[in-house]
């Protein structure tokens, strides 16, 4: 045990030595952009200028210039690919299925596979080609998911598989999230984990309970599904939140929020928090950008907030894109009339990636007036990330002012929230503060 901890100590140091040393230079390079941003015009960052796909979602191939939708079985089983038979599909004439697990429902012919590109279908029966597949490891602060009112200052273990069932042209993960299972590389970073799990054999594969082990082993307080998403994932996510559960593990769904009602309220009898991407707020960008719509992703939110998951929301803030004051102000009152008033809000950082390039990272003062939009419409608890500047991710109390969590760089540096509730004043703080706190 003192070896892995020693290893461990020595990879934390070395993977914060690399962080600090990439996080000073964007910042010096940040702070030089910010200056040249200030001389550009607005119409220089027109969304109009993009070429994206437009109209309904109908083939990944329609925003991916990647090979071949088909896999054959053949294949899978020489690339040790998972066949992990799914959870949710209905048979159809000639061995074709139906995907049921997203609203995508994707008709799949023998042989060929989803949107997603991990669920292929063969002889008529449909698998999820990454159970027990993980692309990313990393032991995280719970903030950098961002949850900034679940169990503050505690380590999530945090997984991926490859594949996505959105196909956004600004992803920040696209590498992983676009890529296809087959393409997949050797992973360094998932054998080092695996390695840590005494007499484990099979280093690309974890079981469940092998990243419950995991988590343990790492002092993580909670599993989470982040970095693609998840919900592609399903059956892998749903036997690891069950085992997670038994073992007094939290799990957090870190998602699109793209997934069909009956398996989300599966999911949700063991999900402690989520954080849900609201990319944008009009079926128009949802469809222009990620290709794909809004409406399921808003009754996802509501049913979150039914089944009582500890909820916060990211909307990452793209110049010339979703930036615009209506939009913002759109989707802040849809929060609070359907959502409340307590559910933290999120506004990111876009940094330009994968096919939006054509623009700046996000101005400051953009984020700061989207911030500003939201607390007029009465949200309580409205966070700036993806930022270095003082203040924008500290919790303050909405009755007396008060700071109650400072934080700085997902580091919880003072709390002030006692037994749920403000030290000073003792109002009442939504969020999940203690590892006993139950849904
Ligand atoms: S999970 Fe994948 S295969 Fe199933 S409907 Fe969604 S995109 Fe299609
Ligand atoms: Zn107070």
């Not at 380590?155 to 993960?173: D, E, R």
Request: charged letters at 25%; proline letters at 5%.
């Amino acid at each position: 045990m003192r070896n892995i901890v020693a290893v461990v100590a020595t990879f934390s140091i070395l993977v914060a030595a690399v962080t600090i040393t990439v996080f000073s230079q964007s910042q010096t390079s940040d702070q030089n952009r910010f200056v040249e941003k200030k001389s550009s015009k607005k119409d220089d960052i027109s969304a109009e200028k993009i070429p994206v796909p437009s109209g309904p979602y109908s083939h990944p191939e329609k925003f991916s210039l990647r090979p071949s939708k088909s896999i054959s079985k053949d294949e899978v089983e020489r690339l040790k690919l998972a066949l992990h038979k799914a959870s949710y599909f209905k048979p159809l004439s000639d061995k074709s299925v139906q995907c049921l697990l997203c609203p995508r429902h994707c008709l799949i012919k023998d042989g060929e596979r989803g949107a997603c590109r991990i669920r292929a279908n063969y002889d008529g029966t449909l698998y999820a080609l990454t159970y027990g597949k993980p692309v990313a490891i990393n032991n995280d602060p719970v903030e950098k998911k961002p949850l900034n009112h679940f169990l503050p200052g505690t380590k999530s273990l945090s997984i991926a598989t490859i594949g996505c069932n959105f196909g956004c042209i600004f992803c920040q993960n696209w590498h992983i999230s676009q890529e296809y299972p087959e393409r997949g590389e050797h992973l360094f970073i998932v054998e080092y984990f695996a390695r840590l799990i005494p007499g484990k054999s099979d280093l690309t594969v974890f079981t469940p309970s092998e990243l419950v082990q995991l988590a343990k082993l790492l002092g993580a307080d909670s599993i989470s599904y982040t970095y693609t998403e998840p919900s592609v994932f399903y059956e892998y996510m749903l036997d690891t939140a069950k085992e997670a559960r038994k073992a007094g593990v939290k799990n957090i769904w870190v998602t699109c929020g793209y997934l069909e009602e009956k398996p989300l309220r599966e999911l949700c009898k063991y999900l402690d928090a989520a954080n849900v991407d609201l990319k944008g707020f009009s079926e128009e960008f949802y469809s222009r950008y990620c290709g794909s719509n809004l409406a399921p992703v808003l009754k996802t939110l509501k049913i979150l907030k039914e089944e009582n998951v500890w909820l916060e929301i990211t909307n990452l803030v793209i110049p010339g894109a979703n930036d615009s004051d209506e939009m913002i102000r759109k989707m802040c009152v849809w929060l609070k009339e359907n959502l409340g008033t307590d559910v933290p809000l999120h506004f990111s950082r876009f940094y330009p990636n994968y096919k939006l390039q054509d623009r700046p990272e996000t101005p400051f003062s953009t984020l700061q007036r989207a911030a500003k939009i939201a607390k007029e419409e009465g949200i309580k608890y409205v966070y700036i990330g993806n930022v270095w500047a003082e203040g924008v991710e500290d919790t303050l109390c909405p009755d007396c002012g008060k700071r109650l969590v400072r934080r700085r760089l997902m580091s919880v540096l003072e709390n002030h929230i006692k037994d749920g509730k403000c030290e000073f004043c003792k109002t009442s703080i939504p969020g999940v503060w203690s590892l006993n706190s139950s849904k």
